[in-house]
T-cell receptor, first 113, second 115 residues
Framework: GQQVMQIPQYQHVQEGEDFTTYCNSS?????IQWYKQRPGGHPVFLIQ?????EVKKQKRLTFQFGEAKKNSSLHITATQTTDVGTYFC?????????????FGQGTELSVKP | EAGVAQSPRYKIIEKRQSVAFWCNPISGHATLYWYQQILGQGPKLLIQ????????DSQLPKDRFSAERLKGVDSTLKIQPAKLEDSAVYLCASSFSEGSYNEQFFGPGTRLTVL
C-alpha cells in the first residue's frame, strides 16, 4: 500500500540554525499537507501544496512540492524555540479523492536556546 | 469559532474493559475523522464519516472498535474489549467537506492507557 516516509525522525538544533525535513511518498500525490504538533498538543494545519514544483513561504518556513509530486520538504530558517514540535506531512490515500490522509511518522524538532 | 471538542481528555482502564470517547466537530463540518496516534508515530485514520454515513472504515479493527455519528454531528468511538496495544491518543478531526484538499481541524485528543 501507499507509504509516506519522513526523514529525519529527530533533529536537534541550536537556536538560530536552519532545519529541514523531507517527505517521500511511494505514489504520486494530488496534493500534500503539512501539520505541526506541539509537545502534548494536537496536529495543526500549516499549509497545502498542490502544483508540481510549487514553493510556498510562511515567514521563516518554506514548503516545496517536488516536480514529480512524490516528495516534499519543509525548511525553517533561523529556528526559534517556538518552532519546537513534530512536523508531519500527509497525502491522500487515493489520488485526488476523498479525505483519507496518510501521515508520515513525523520529524521531531528540538531547539536548544 | 469553537474548535473540535473531545472528552474525556484522559482515560485509564484495565485490559478487557470497555471505553468510549466523544467528539463534537466544528459547527457546519460535514466530515468527521477518528485517528489513532501511537507514541512516536503519525496519526492513523480509523474511520471517516460524511454526515452520518461511513465513508472509510478499512483500518478500523471491527472486532473490538465501533463508531457512530448519529444525526451527523457528534460522534462516539468505542473499544470493547480493550487490549494493551490500544494505548494511544485518539484524535477526532473535522473538515468542511470530504475532499482531500480540505484542511482538517483536530481536537485535543483522548489519551488512553490500557493496563
Amino acid at each position: 500500500g501507499q507509504q509516506v516516509m519522513q526523514i529525519p525522525q529527530y533533529q536537534h538544533v541550536q537556536e538560530g540554525e536552519d532545519f529541514t525535513t523531507y517527505c517521500n511518498s511511494s505514489t504520486t500525490l494530488s496534493n500534500i499537507q503539512w501539520y505541526k504538533q506541539r509537545p502534548g498538543g494536537h496536529p495543526v494545519f500549516l499549509i497545502q501544496l498542490v502544483k508540481s514544483g510549487e514553493v510556498k513561504k510562511q515567514k521563516r518556513l518554506t514548503f516545496q512540492f517536488g516536480e514529480a509530486k512524490k516528495n516534499s520538504s519543509l525548511h525553517i530558517t533561523a529556528t526559534q524555540t517556538t518552532d519546537v514540535g513534530t512536523y508531519f506531512c500527509a497525502g491522500p490515500r487515493i489520488y485526488n479523492q476523498g479525505g483519507k490522509l496518510i501521515f508520515g511518522q513525523g520529524t521531531e524538532l528540538s531547539v536548544k536556546p | 469559532e469553537a474548535g473540535v471538542a473531545q472528552s474525556p481528555r484522559y482515560k485509564i482502564i484495565e485490559k478487557r474493559q470497555s471505553v468510549a470517547f466523544w467528539c463534537n466537530p466544528i459547527s457546519g463540518h460535514a466530515t468527521l475523522y477518528w485517528y489513532q496516534q501511537i507514541l512516536g508515530q503519525g496519526p492513523k485514520l480509523l474511520i471517516q464519516f460524511q454526515n452520518n454515513g461511513v465513508v472509510d472504515d478499512s483500518q478500523l479493527p471491527k472486532d473490538r472498535f465501533s463508531a457512530e455519528r448519529l444525526k451527523g454531528v457528534d460522534s462516539t468511538l468505542k473499544i470493547q474489549p480493550a487490549k494493551l496495544e490500544d494505548s494511544a491518543v485518539y484524535l477526532c478531526a473535522s473538515s468542511f467537506s470530504e475532499g482531500s484538499y480540505n484542511e482538517q481541524f483536530f481536537g485535543p485528543g483522548t489519551r488512553l492507557t490500557v493496563l
